[in-house]
């Protein structure tokens, strides 16, 4: 498979990941309550199924991320010379630092839970 076609997928599955969390995000802080208030079933399904699908879909957004980032590397480097200059190594390195950052509340998160 060609590169190009493997970003074009990686982009309509960020797209879709992306979608889908917005519309659960949003259904469950604005549509579904919280507590032992109203209903806490939407479309048949329950605010904790609904968290479940949110977070499958989280998953799938950071692996497209991953994925993503690794295809467009050296586009990556060379926007970032382009318009940081000698400091486009500290951009880069303060972009990544994140990453590890965010794997290991994404552990911590399931594990407690």
Sequence with gaps: MKKIQLKFITITVLFSSFSTLLF????????IPTGQTGNPYFLGLHRHSWGD???FFSVIF????????????????????????????????????????????????????
């Design 62 to 113: 950071a692996l497209g991320t991953f994925i993503h980032i690794y295809l467009s590397w050296n586009q990556t480097i060379m926007m970032a010379k382009k318009y940081f200059g000698d400091h486009s190594k500290y951009f880069i390195a303060m972009g990544l630092s994140f990453l590890p950052l965010t794997i290991i509340a994404w552990l911590f998160k399931l594990i407690t839970d």
């Design 24 to 31: 659960t995000g949003l259904l469950m802080w604005l549509v």
């Design 53 to 55: 699908i949110h977070l």
